[in-house]
């Protein structure tokens, strides 16, 4: 008897997004959802609105800072091409697995290209809304004065201790609280929606640095602030840790949607040429989005030195 590879449109999709929408890192909460109409969007980033005044005389309308870049649109692909005796003599189910290992490869793809983001985000060519890299111990904007998302913390060796981690994020924090917007006011106002994304091997004693009571022998003054640390296994270098504020509207990342996920099995019936000549079988799926930087000033890089 032959096993079902789940093969036909309607259960090859639904097996397809049943993996597909199982959640792994989530990338969602760090980006500004943007619905894009067109090939490339033009964004005007607009400084800060002016703080509250006494109304005196009347009301005095401030202009706003502007900053613009744009940002394309890519397409997206992953295909497999299934033999039609491969599928006749399935027994064990293996062409249904690898519609699942479809679906993870398109599931996984949005983290890994955040993944790419911040390991670059201190490379030329990586730049923010201001024309520098994302990373950068030079941003300026308006009245905000220069500022650095770009720290290097002490260690002493590879491994990181929990101490260590300690130092380094108590400073990633404050870096992001002494954040200005271009009138020269805070722009992250309280310690609060604090992320820390960190290579898998530094998890552990991160996780103790943000959570632990006491750290050697002294009172802990992270734990009260509910830092969250997520390991990111796409982050291979190990000595670069990134915290995040990422609570309120402003994002660090932009997710720009063209054409959201689609998925697709070309059976022989629909496609004589590749069917009936070349009895094969497609299955993939496609998309057009892209994922970019966005406020510089919701993230900081820390680097340690060993």
């Known amino acids: 008897m032959i096993k079902s590879t789940g093969l036909s449109l309607a259960g090859a999709r639904s097996e397809f997004f049943r993996v597909y929408d199982r959640a792994t890192f989530p990338w969602e909460r760090f980006c500004m959802h943007i619905k894009s109409d067109k090939d490339v969007e033009h964004y005007r980033w607009l400084g800060s609105v ?4 006494p109304w005196g005389t009347g009301r005095l309308a401030k202009g706003l800072r502007s900053e613009s870049y744009d940002v394309r649109n890519e397409k997206y692909e992953v295909t497999i091409e299934i033999d039609r005796d491969e599928e006749s003599d399935d027994q064990t189910g293996q062409i249904a697995q690898r519609i699942r290992s479809l679906a993870a490869a398109a599931r996984d793809h949005k983290p890994y290209l955040l993944a790419q983001l911040l390991a670059n985000g201190a490379s030329a060519g990586f730049v923010s809304y201001d024309g520098i890299t994302f990373f950068n111990d030079a941003h300026v904007s308006g009245k905000s004065g220069q500022q650095d998302n770009d720290l ?3 260690a002493a060796a ?3 201790t929990t101490p260590e981690c300690k130092a380094a ?5 404050g870096a992001l609280l002494g954040f200005k917007d271009d009138q020269g006011e805070p722009m992250n106002v309280s310690p609060t929606g604090i992320v820390v994304v960190v290579p898998v091997s530094m998890y552990f004693a991160m996780l103790e640095a943000a959570t632990a009571g006491m750290i050697a022998s002294t009172d802990n003054v992270l734990r009260g602030l ?3 640390v997520l390991p990111m296994p796409w982050l291979t270098n190990t000595k670069v840790f990134y915290t995040f504020t990422l609570g309120g509207e402003d994002k660090p990342f932009i997710f720009q949607e063209r054409e959201p996920l689609d998925f697709k099995v070309v059976d022989p019936g629909y496609d004589q040429v590749t069917g009936f000549m070349k009895e094969k079988k497609y299955a993939g799926c496609r998309a057009r989005y892209k994922m970019t930087y966005g406020f510089w000033q919701k993230a900081v890089r820390t680097s340690f030195n060993n």
């Open 50 to 53: 002016p703080t509250m005044r």
């Open 152 to 154: 290097t913390a002490v």
């Open 158 to 160: 590879a491994t990181k």
């Open 169 to 173: 994020l108590v400073a990633a924090v």
């Open 226 to 228: 509910a830092i969250e």
